[in-house]
């Protein structure tokens, strides 16, 4: 089994891992409502992809299900 024969320095060590960040999602703009969205999937606000409506869109905006209480 291969075995290194001196130990790897901080800096050496640093450089390689500088590599490993994690890069911002891309975005592109929805032809139909000009908002952000991601390539290649249905648009989130108007629900279009390819030039047609493929799901209804969300109302209020919240793609979760719970209440909102506030008291």
Request: hydrophobic letters at 25%.
């Amino acid at each position: 089994m291969a075995v290194p024969k001196q130990k790897q320095s901080h800096a050496r060590t640093a450089k390689r891992r500088a590599q490993h960040r994690v890069s911002a999602p891309a975005l592109n703009e929805c032809p139909q409502c000009h908002s952000p969205r991601r390539p290649h999937r249905v648009c989130p606000v108007c629900g279009f992809y390819s030039g047609r409506e493929v799901v209804a869109p969300s109302g209020g905006g919240h793609d979760h299900d719970h209440d909102h209480d506030h008291e």
